[in-house]
C-alpha cells in the first residue's frame, strides 16, 4: 500500500484513540503511526484529533456505527481517505464498541469500497470514488436548517390539540394530580412535589411512520422541574436521549432552565409511532417540595438541522460526485458569503482545470482554466492561516468546505495562477532561519575575531556571576 500511494489516508477501525488495547495483550499507546507510512485518521491521536477535522471524523465514526450510511466512500472522500483498516486484534469490549463481526456486516453494506488484501488481523479496504487533495466545482450545496429553525418539516405541533395529561404518580404517598393550562404562546403544566419523586405524562395519540431524523421540542422548566421523552411504537416503548443535552440531567431527564431546545434523533425507531410522551417530574431534586412547572411551546418533526450527520447523509446521495460537488454547512459561513455562494450553484457537471504545479510545505501552486466562478477546495484540516491568491492579487474569500477542509471562492476566469499559503508556518520557518542565522554570526566572530570573542566571553562571565 505505501509504496503505490504513501500519500492516501488511511481511516482506521474500530476507532481506538491515543490508547490500545488488544487481544494479544498489548496495552499502551497506539503503534498504528509507527506500522503505516500514510497519513491516519482515528476518531483521536491520529493525524486530525484535535483539528477542525476533528468533529467530522466522530460523526463519521457515529453514523457508520449506527449504520446510516451505505456510500462509506463517498463520506470519506471529504477527508481525503483512500484506504480503510479494520484491526480484529482490538479489544472491543474494552472500549466498548461493537464486535469485529459486527463491522464486518456494516462494511459489506458499503456499495462504494472493496476489500483487497488481508494480513493477518488486518483487512484492507480500498475507497473506490476518486480522492484529491485538491478540486475544484462550479456549485455548491448548503445544508440547511438549524434545531430552532429546521428545515424539511414533516410536521409542526403547537401544542393546542390532543395533548392530555396523565395522573400523577410517587415512591410514596399518592400526590395530588397536575394542572395544564393554556396561555397565548405556550401549553403550562404544574405539577406539586411534596419532598419524593413524584411525575406526571403529558402525552399525545399519533400515527406516523419511521423514517423522519428528527423530533426537536421547544420547551422550558423551572427549578428543578426535568422532562423526559418516550415514543410508544407499534414495536414497544422507545425511551430516547437527546443530541444536545443540558448540563443538568439524570439519565435521560432535562432541566431546561436555560437552554429551550432539545433535539432526538428518531431515524432509529423501526415502526410506526403511536403516542408521544413526556415526563415532568423531579428526578433532579427528589427532596423537593413545592410546584413543578414545565411550559411547551412547539413540537418539530424534521429531517435537517443542518449538522454534520445531515451533510454525511447528503453526500451518499446519488447525485453527489465528491470530486465535482463541494458541500458546506450555513454555520461555517457569516450571512453575507451565505447570499454570494447561493447564487453559484450550477447545472453543469463539468469541473474547472485544475493542474498543481508544486506542493511544498507552506505553499501550492495551482494552474487553473475556469468558465465560471467556482469553489477551490484544499483538502487540509480548516485554518485562517491559508490564504489563497489569483496572480498575486488580494486574498480570496476563505471559508470551511466539505465538512472541515479549506475554501475559497474564485471569481476570476479564464486562464490564471492561484497559490495557496500557510502564513503561520511560513513565519514559523522564517523565525528558525533567522535563529540559525543570528546563531552562525555569533559562531562565526567566536572564530574569525579573537577581541569579539573575548568580549562575548566577558560578557557571559559576568552575566553568570551576576545573574
Request: charged residues 15%; glycine residues 8%.
Given at each position: 500500500?505505501?509504496?503505490?500511494?504513501?500519500?492516501?489516508?488511511?481511516?482506521?477501525?474500530?476507532?481506538?484513540?491515543?490508547?490500545?488495547?488488544?487481544?494479544?495483550?498489548?496495552?499502551?499507546?497506539?503503534?498504528?503511526?509507527?506500522?503505516?507510512?500514510?497519513?491516519?485518521?482515528?476518531?483521536?491521536?491520529g493525524q486530525y484529533s484535535s483539528s477542525s477535522a476533528s468533529d467530522l471524523i466522530?460523526?463519521?465514526?457515529?453514523?457508520?456505527?449506527?449504520?446510516?450510511?451505505?456510500?462509506?466512500?463517498?463520506?470519506?472522500?471529504?477527508?481525503?481517505?483512500?484506504?480503510?483498516?479494520?484491526?480484529?486484534?482490538?479489544?472491543?469490549?474494552?472500549?466498548?464498541?461493537?464486535?469485529?463481526?459486527?463491522?464486518?456486516?456494516?462494511?459489506?453494506?458499503?456499495?462504494?469500497?472493496?476489500?483487497?488484501?488481508?494480513?493477518?488481523?488486518?483487512?484492507?479496504?480500498?475507497?473506490?470514488?476518486?480522492?484529491?487533495?485538491?478540486?475544484?466545482?462550479?456549485?455548491?450545496?448548503?445544508?440547511?436548517?438549524?434545531?430552532?429553525?429546521?428545515?424539511?418539516?414533516?410536521?409542526?405541533?403547537?401544542?393546542?390539540?390532543?395533548?392530555?395529561?396523565?395522573?400523577?404518580?410517587?415512591?410514596?404517598?399518592?400526590?395530588?394530580?397536575?394542572?395544564?393550562?393554556?396561555?397565548?404562546?405556550?401549553?403550562?403544566?404544574?405539577?406539586?412535589?411534596?419532598?419524593?419523586?413524584?411525575?406526571?405524562?403529558?402525552?399525545?395519540?399519533?400515527?406516523?411512520?419511521?423514517?423522519?431524523?428528527?423530533?426537536?421540542?421547544?420547551?422550558?422548566?423551572?427549578?428543578?422541574?426535568?422532562?423526559?421523552?418516550?415514543?410508544?411504537?407499534?414495536?414497544?416503548?422507545?425511551?430516547?436521549?437527546?443530541?444536545?443535552?443540558?448540563?443538568?440531567?439524570?439519565?435521560?431527564?432535562?432541566?431546561?432552565?436555560?437552554?429551550?431546545?432539545?433535539?432526538?434523533?428518531?431515524?432509529?425507531?423501526?415502526?410506526?409511532?403511536?403516542r408521544i410522551r413526556f415526563a415532568i417530574s423531579n428526578k433532579l431534586d427528589t427532596?423537593?417540595?413545592?410546584?413543578?412547572?414545565?411550559?411547551?411551546?412547539?413540537?418539530?418533526?424534521?429531517?435537517?438541522?443542518?449538522?454534520?450527520?445531515?451533510?454525511?447523509?447528503?453526500?451518499?446521495?446519488?447525485?453527489?460526485?465528491?470530486?465535482?460537488?463541494?458541500?458546506?454547512?450555513?454555520?461555517?459561513?457569516?450571512?453575507?458569503?451565505?447570499?454570494?455562494?447561493?447564487?453559484?450553484?450550477?447545472?453543469?457537471?463539468?469541473?474547472?482545470?485544475?493542474?498543481?504545479?508544486?506542493?511544498?510545505?507552506?505553499?501550492?501552486?495551482?494552474?487553473?482554466?475556469?468558465?465560471?466562478?467556482?469553489?477551490?477546495?484544499?483538502?487540509?484540516?480548516?485554518?485562517?492561516?491559508?490564504?489563497?491568491?489569483?496572480?498575486?492579487?488580494?486574498?480570496?474569500?476563505?471559508?470551511?468546505?466539505?465538512?472541515?477542509?479549506?475554501?475559497?471562492?474564485?471569481?476570476?476566469?479564464?486562464?490564471?495562477?492561484?497559490?495557496?499559503?500557510?502564513?503561520?508556518?511560513?513565519?514559523?520557518?522564517?523565525?528558525?532561519?533567522?535563529?540559525?542565522?543570528?546563531?552562525?554570526?555569533?559562531?562565526?566572530?567566536?572564530?574569525?575575531?579573537?577581541?569579539?570573542?573575548?568580549?562575548?566571553?566577558?560578557?557571559?562571565?559576568?552575566?553568570?556571576?551576576?545573574?
Amino acid at each position: 500500500m505505501s509504496n503505490n500511494n504513501s500519500v492516501g489516508r488511511i481511516f482506521m477501525l474500530p476507532h481506538t484513540g491515543i490508547y490500545m488495547a488488544t487481544l494479544w495483550g498489548y496495552q499502551g499507546g497506539n503503534v498504528y503511526p509507527y506500522l503505516f507510512a500514510n497519513p491516519l485518521i482515528t476518531s483521536s491521536g491520529g493525524q486530525y484529533s484535535s483539528s477542525s477535522a476533528s468533529d467530522l471524523i466522530n460523526s463519521v465514526y457515529d453514523e457508520f456505527y449506527a449504520n446510516h450510511t451505505t456510500r462509506l466512500g463517498k463520506v470519506l472522500s471529504l477527508l481525503g481517505v483512500s484506504y480503510i483498516i479494520l484491526d480484529q486484534s482490538v479489544d472491543t469490549q474494552f472500549y466498548n464498541l461493537p464486535p469485529p463481526q459486527t463491522t464486518l456486516s456494516l462494511l459489506r453494506n458499503q456499495s462504494d469500497i472493496e476489500q483487497i488484501g488481508v494480513f493477518g488481523d488486518l483487512i484492507l479496504y480500498r475507497n473506490m470514488e476518486q480522492v484529491s487533495v485538491i478540486k475544484g466545482a462550479y456549485g455548491i450545496s448548503m445544508i440547511d436548517g438549524t434545531p430552532t429553525n429546521p428545515a424539511s418539516v414533516v410536521n409542526v405541533d403547537d401544542f393546542r390539540n390532543g395533548w392530555q395529561l396523565g395522573p400523577s404518580f410517587s415512591n410514596g404517598v399518592v400526590p395530588a394530580n397536575g394542572s395544564v393550562t393554556l396561555d397565548s404562546q405556550q401549553l403550562v403544566v404544574t405539577l406539586p412535589a411534596n419532598g419524593q419523586y413524584v411525575f406526571a405524562e403529558l402525552y399525545k395519540n399519533v400515527d406516523f411512520a419511521p423514517g423522519i431524523k428528527y423530533l426537536i421540542v421547544d420547551a422550558h422548566t423551572t427549578n428543578p422541574t426535568s422532562i423526559a421523552l418516550t415514543l410508544n411504537t407499534l414495536r414497544g416503548e422507545v425511551p430516547l436521549y437527546a443530541e444536545n443535552p443540558p448540563d443538568r440531567t439524570v439519565l435521560n431527564h432535562y432541566r431546561l432552565a436555560n437552554q429551550s431546545y432539545l433535539v432526538y434523533r428518531i431515524d432509529d425507531v423501526s415502526s410506526n409511532v403511536t403516542r408521544i410522551r413526556f415526563a415532568i417530574s423531579n428526578k433532579l431534586d427528589t427532596s423537593y417540595s413545592g410546584t413543578l412547572t414545565a411550559e411547551f411551546s412547539t413540537l418539530f418533526l424534521a429531517n435537517q438541522i443542518g449538522d454534520l450527520s445531515d451533510m454525511i447523509g447528503f453526500v451518499q446521495q446519488s447525485s453527489f460526485d465528491p470530486a465535482a460537488d463541494t458541500v458546506t454547512l450555513p454555520t461555517f459561513l457569516d450571512s453575507s458569503l451565505v447570499k454570494i455562494l447561493s447564487t453559484m450553484n450550477s447545472s453543469t457537471s463539468q469541473s474547472p482545470d485544475l493542474t498543481v504545479r508544486k506542493i511544498e510545505s507552506t505553499s501550492v501552486t495551482i494552474e487553473a482554466r475556469a468558465s465560471n466562478p467556482f469553489v477551490l477546495a484544499y483538502f487540509t484540516s480548516f485554518d485562517e492561516s491559508f490564504s489563497a491568491r489569483v496572480d498575486g492579487g488580494s486574498p480570496a474569500l476563505h471559508f470551511r468546505v466539505d465538512g472541515f477542509a479549506n475554501g475559497w471562492l474564485i471569481e476570476n476566469t479564464g486562464a490564471f495562477t492561484i497559490q495557496i499559503d500557510f502564513a503561520t508556518q511560513r513565519a514559523f520557518l522564517i523565525g528558525i532561519g533567522v535563529t540559525f542565522a543570528t546563531i552562525g554570526f555569533i559562531v562565526g566572530l567566536v572564530l574569525f575575531d579573537t577581541s569579539a570573542g573575548s568580549r562575548i566571553r566577558s560578557a557571559l562571565t559576568r552575566r553568570w556571576r551576576n545573574p
